[in-house]
């Protein structure tokens, strides 16, 4: 929570800086009024809460009343919620609040479209480390709201063997007996978890790859940027060979070509766009109010 205090703040200081030059030169400090959030498109709300903190960090006598929770579906002219208090303080916080709400709204959304193509299959929908920096946690919050689950936080939550790791140690034989001997040191585990199992993950890119991995215990395999049938193949060869690894399937999958992968035996499938290539979910502030 301290991670997304310090954001609010940092974004209300490069919104505001020295002060809303038009609103103190316009508007009277103890001017009171009412504003609404507006949807002007449909969508998923996710953010709300965030709103309304970085609304009460610049003035905690505001008063912030949400019509609608994060998950919840809204269509154009729906309002999301209203403001009361000092009009100044309203206009101050209406850009980064917006921001907030539209950025991750578009990433709930768009989530939801992908999670929707899968309903009634088992495959679920992951997200990536392919975030804007600074807001990782709260994009990851907007994908579970849209219906989607978190893949790893960061570099420290498990072992991902990717392609350039195992051009490093030699191989993935070697990546993988590496891991293994990291993970039989007390020191390192400690350094990493206090609490949970560490699990290991390899990205494959093909089937040789794939038999290679199969070759120790791991708790994951990713099947990265193959053509279907070379799935196809690669999750027989996992199933029959080691029927508890989980298969992630990655790369060059959109909404388009989503339900050519919804009848594969796999587990999940990654996609980066969910939060590097969402819309903005349209909204507005308008003042409805003074007094």
């Given at each position: ?10 974004s ?12 103190d ?14 949807a002007?498109t ?25 019509l ?17 208090g ?9 850009r ?8 991750l ?11 929707s ?46 392609e ?12 993988i ?19 949970k199992?560490?699990?290991i ?8 790859e ?43 999958i ?14 999940y ?23």
């Open positions: 929570m301290n991670e997304i205090q310090k954001l609010i703040e940092l209300l200081k490069e919104d505001i800086g020295a002060g809303d030059i038009t609103s030169a316009l508007i009277h400090k103890n001017l009171l009024g009412k504003a609404e959030i507006v002007k449909k969508g998923v709300l996710a953010g709300i809460k965030i709103a309304e903190k970085v609304f009460k960090k610049k003035d905690p006598n505001l008063f912030f009343i949400p609608k929770e994060d998950g919840e579906n809204f269509k154009p002219n729906d309002k999301i919620a209203i403001i009361e000092r009009v100044k303080s309203i206009l101050k916080c209406e980064t609040a917006l921001n907030f709400l539209q950025k709204s578009g990433i709930a959304t768009l989530t939801q479209s992908f999670v193509k899968m309903k009634g299959k088992k495959i679920k929908i992951l997200d990536t480390r392919k975030t804007t920096p600074g807001f990782r946690i709260l994009e990851k919050y907007a994908v579970k709201v849209g219906g989607g689950e978190n893949h790893r936080m960061g570099l420290y939550d498990m072992i991902l063997i990717k350039n790791h195992i051009k490093a140690a030699g191989d993935i034989s070697s990546a007996q590496k891991a293994k001997i990291a993970l039989e040191n007390k020191d390192f585990v400690k350094k990493f978890s206090k609490k199992k560490i699990k993950e390899v990205e494959t890119k093909n089937l040789n794939v038999k290679d991995a199969l070759g120790f215990k791991i708790d994951m395999i990713m099947l990265d940027n193959m053509p279907i049938q070379m799935i196809k193949k690669a999750s027989q060869i996992i199933r029959k060979s080691k029927k508890n690894i989980k298969i992630e399937v990655s790369g060059n959109d909404l388009k070509n989503l339900r050519d992968y919804s009848n594969l035996d796999i587990d499938i990654s996609i980066g766009a969910i939060t590097h290539s969402s819309k903005a979910i349209d909204l507005s502030l308008n003042l409805i109010e003074i007094r």
